[in-house]
């Protein structure tokens, strides 16, 4: 079970050199499939200069099973083992976030290049810890990334390079949402996403994350200061399975939800511009609603992940009478990342995200640059989430990020 | 200039009775114009059970031309007088907010029913008075309505309507929005409605009025109390005219906005849900979006000013593979509103909810029953937006509305 | 019942001697009521060259409770006694389409300005005699136009400059669709607009004629040749009322569907160009969907009357990665027709159309100019809608439109 | 370069002895890596019957650099070398279309299951004779198939699913139309699929099939006979690179275009349903919309593959009040094939096809049943499109599709 695929490599490589980065990934859950096809993807449709193998898929139970389902060379239990590794070049994390801190510090300790899913952590001291771990290690040229794709979703790339290009002038507001739309039903599941010890947060960090990572890739500015709100809209929902208790029939049990349903927030950018925020499960008929829109003083720009090959385009700077927002279908070749895909108009789908990702994680390592977004820029978001969270606590009022 | 229209009166009513209602007009701006289309309109199409008589525009200056050129029988300067005819019925106020409540409580105690433009005043001051004079008219069987004409667009009734039949269960979160982007521009000029002296309020009491009543109106929950933010993003801007100054050339005198141009605030309803409320005039792009999406337990309904004669509703009781957003053409005869205008698929525009609004409040007076809104409904709105505002100045602290 | 409306017209005109144009409408169905309210409303919003005053209306039965519910200052049962009136200058036609040619020729006889509802007639023998009188009459400075409204729409008038701007260069493709869905339900009634002797033509005349007339205003090409097929998807319907038959039981008698329910066809323009239409009666869910969609070489339109303030506009010039359909919110100050009316974003519904053709036509009957769709314009179109029947009955051939 | 790939088979069957199937793909042009994509991800979401291995791609030249970069075991250049192989149990097409017969024919006569690119063939004649050897193939259990992958877009399959169901009643009308802009620059260069010699047909035949196909499919019925022009806009073009002549400058060489740029046609359907076809390349600002509406006594249905996650779907059987059409995000667990895939409201994309048919291919296999399209449904197509030019070349005659 601890071979590698030297088939595969030759195919990839006939009369080509070109040096292998073996991957071990931690985790195997619905982050871990996203993570294997993008391993498995990126390196069919791009010429990276290093060539990713997948080497070892890492779980206590189920490894085996997935590592074959999803083509990893072999399968293991202990992390600490695999990190320890000599023929393992990068940790791939797709575990639960309360265990980003401990892996990510060792293996960065260990020199394996690190992709660590988002959240970053659980907490900001675990945040600050994996910030300075990173730092460490790229002094000593070993390269760090936090997962956030949707920065890597074609139509979101182009949206900061026309924001970065002064396409829309100066920044004036911003409106940045995810809306979800699963816990709408009262009677839905208490699932371990609900339970603040394993979950660390609900609504505002698992998706409210993505809001503010978004909004702060495509403007280029950090969130300085909150004021929010977090609730939970349904305080108690049905334990699920042998947790129900002894005498209980099924669904008479149950539980307490721990975390937030909805996060309504306000921050201020650096350059001084408002930001509204909504993070929620309980938009009823939004399914994945990650949107943002951008109002600045020479145009404007929108995007909703739900047509995600789409971006808006307002151009304030045309005649009054041709003024509109304008539908890009982001499939163009000389779109960000689209030149080795498909024909102009063949839509890419979620997934794509995580094979960009590949290419520019790779790309990094292989050119010994900074990759983006570093452990700093996710300790930033953790930052923010605390705040958030801080600031309801305290009657909504306005409190730094500290960044 | 005081006589009546007696020939389109006999038009009117062939063989038939229906007693007149005479109207006066105070003020002649666009909301004057609009409010014009109404009466003239409403019982070209509508059966009223009373029939309105354009019979006197008041205005200070310019009153002529209004006058004639919108169909008044005759036009007035001082509107004390005109209050104290006997033949005329109804004051009809568009004139600015700051005017409101002294019109309002003369015409009230002279024993004219009364329309007042929203919003209902300036200050919560002059809205109590009015509120206290319309409930001591309304025992002598006076009656009062603030205009509120966005409840009468027949989508957003019909979605009052679904709301109440239980269509969308229990509210769990709301989103309103009102976004302009006609001070983009930060060379746009300084107009009296920049300047807090003669318009009360900026983006915050101009739209944000209506986000909040809608909101109210659908829901049929008052906002209890908020957290908020506004804010003025351009702070001086080129003064127009003469005001430029005896020295200045043409705009380089500037001249400061003492009004808001952002009002972002969160609400709670009766029942505990919150509301996120956005008011602005910097969403380039968007010209005039009063959107609003209202979340349910069961269901959820959206609406967008933009495109006023659909209504999305989602049905969440449907099968999981057939749920989603539906596009109803809100133009159906036995929609509100609709059975006396056009066949089905034959669009209204902005101006009918002042048809809808002759109608209802004209029905009122003859039925002897309370319009709504009432002055106590406007009183209301007027007390979040003055909560709204000492949120914002207390670092958005909860504030109660006081309702 | 003779008089006319002399306050309305004092009213009108303070100081001011603006001569009066005096209408008598023909006819009091639903077009009656439009048209009443482009008469009514448009003088109170733009500053025509003469006043119309609504005089007459006339019809056989009923005509006095339209003309008071409607506001014409007297009601007549004869049109050939009002076209003889000295007091009359403009007939309005809006009866059913078999009695256009008889009141149109003898109007324009009488020296009346004649306002023609679409379609110009029932057939091409009646139309020619109709455009010959119109051509009789010019000459001697009396005026007529035909109904097509839909050119008068903000968004079609401001698609047709753009592309005699030149904004999306050569014409390459067109395509024309009128979508209804009343006919869905095969036991929906038996009307008389699905009897040929009364209502001439189906889907073709009633709605198709609207997608030749817009293509032809906006391409500014005529079609030239035309094959397709008109089709009756139900062939017969549950005969209404007393004419179900002395022993049959309500629904159980049926007649026969006479007119088209459908029209597919493809035509060719001046230019070379192909045109693709449609007009149906059984698109289900498809309410009033008069489509437009012109692409060019160097840019393309796309307007849906289903929303009418919108239109879209690609600029094919645009670079490669800017290119999208722009969605312009046709509500601006410098739009066609749009000045007087309201501020941007705030939308114009159906009836607006027909003050925009009372506008065009006043100003045609004062400026001694030739309005369009001139009675030349209508017959070409009747032209056409014959030309495709005619290619239906041969198997689809080509056939010439004769024009 | 002859061995197979016997880790990543190991990897994939942990304990398990899944049989295996050997794929050889000859062609290796965009349709290659779309095909490769398909048979790479297929088996690491979906569980297959048979484990299939990327054996041999096979090509005339590159086929290396190919093999290596898509993950093929091996390269080959002469494809009946390949066939006669016994270690290939599936030979997959994508070469262009005046191969096909001749390479699919010796496939299933050697006994290999065929995946055929579609067209079918470039010939009536040739689609015969391949139809003929799959027929003689299936008696000995041999498999073919043609790769509408069209109709595995989740939305279009529910879609067909929904048509089944009786949900949108018998059907009254569909419209069909695949809108592309390529060619709209008339200095756009003379590729080889402007060539008859190479590419057999146009529009018509390259995108024109899909909109026949996903009509068929979804309606469940043929197309017996049809009505049409096709016609080229652009006569000729500037030849490309060493072709354009020993003595002209690049750009100044013009050859003719030999194929069709545009085809408008109509179609009878089984049961007399009429049908409007459009394929064209000139519809400016149209990049890939395959566009279907099928509109029947109870619904309707609406797909565009522009967004290919959404159908929207018209339940006529709902309430007057409550009619509209409902975009229903095609992207939950119950949606057909998106269970393995990601959580709802995660996008698939254009590729995601690819890996369905191989699901369903590989599943007939197994069970040994015949997929679905076969080869008298890719032959049923080319009828209908040499219908098409046969009619267009007769003055748009209606047509037999002999089927």
């Given at each position: 079970m601890t071979e590698t695929l030297p088939t595969v490599r030759q195919a990839q490589q006939p009369g080509d050199a070109k040096p292998g980065l073996r991957i071990a990934m931690i985790g195997h859950g619905f982050m871990g499939a996203a993570h294997s096809q993008g391993w498995r993807v990126a390196p069919r449709f791009f010429d990276l200069p290093l060539h990713p193998e997948m080497?070892?898929?890492?779980?206590?139970?189920?490894?085996?099973?997935?590592?074959?389902?999803?083509?990893?060379?072999?399968?293991?239990t202990d992390w600490r083992e695999v990190i320890a590794r000599d023929d393992i070049d990068v940790i791939d994390i797709v575990t639960p976030g309360d265990t980003h801190a401990e892996i990510a510090v060792a293996a960065l300790a260990a020199g394996k290049h690190v992709l660590c899913e988002k959240p970053l952590a659980n907490t900001v001291a675990e945040a600050e810890a994996m910030?300075?771990?990173?730092?460490?290690?790229?002094?000593?040229?070993?390269?760090?990334?936090?997962?956030?794709?949707?920065?890597?979703?074609?139509?979101?790339?182009?949206?900061r390079d026309l924001v970065a290009q002064g396409r829309i002038g100066e920044i004036r507001q911003v409106r940045a949402e995810y809306l979800q739309d699963w816990l709408t039903d009262a009677e839905s599941p208490l699932t371990w996403r609900l339970d603040k010890e394993l979950a660390g947060s609900g609504a505002l960090g698992d998706i409210g994350a993505h809001a503010i990572d978004l909004t702060e890739y495509i403007t280029g500015q950090k969130v300085t200061t909150v004021s929010g709100i977090i609730e939970t809209l349904v305080a108690e929902r049905p334990v699920l399975g042998e947790g129900s208790g002894l005498s209980g029939t099924a669904g008479t049990t149950r539980?307490?939800?721990?975390?937030?349903?909805?996060?309504?927030?306000?921050?201020r950018l650096e350059s001084g511009a408002l930001a509204s925020f909504e993070a929620t499960r309980f938009r009823t008929g939004r399914k994945n609603a990650l949107r943002i829109e951008i109002s600045g003083s020479k145009g404007a720009i929108a995007f909703d992940l739900e047509r995600l090959n789409e971006l808006e385009f307002y151009d304030a700077t045309l005649p009054e009478t041709q003024l509109g927002f304008q539908r890009i279908?982001?499939?163009?070749?000389?779109?960000?990342?689209?030149?080795?895909?498909?024909?102009?108009g063949h839509m890419l789908g979620y997934e794509h995200g995580f094979s960009h990702q590949v290419v520019d994680f790779v790309t990094a390592i292989a050119d010994g640059t900074q990759p983006r977004p570093s452990f700093a820029d996710g300790l930033h978001v953790q930052r923010v989430l605390d705040a958030v969270e801080r600031s309801s606590n305290a009657g909504s009022a306005w409190t730094p990020t500290g960044s």
């Open positions: 080497a070892v898929l890492v779980g206590r139970t189920g490894a085996d099973a997935s590592a074959a389902a999803w083509g990893w060379g072999e399968a293991a910030d300075a771990a990173a730092t460490d290690a790229a002094a000593r040229g070993v390269r760090s990334m936090v997962g956030f794709t949707y920065r890597r979703v074609p139509a979101t790339t182009f949206a539980g307490p939800v721990t975390v937030d349903d909805l996060a309504l927030f306000t921050g279908l982001v499939t163009e070749h000389d779109h960000p990342y689209l030149a080795p895909w498909w024909p102009t």
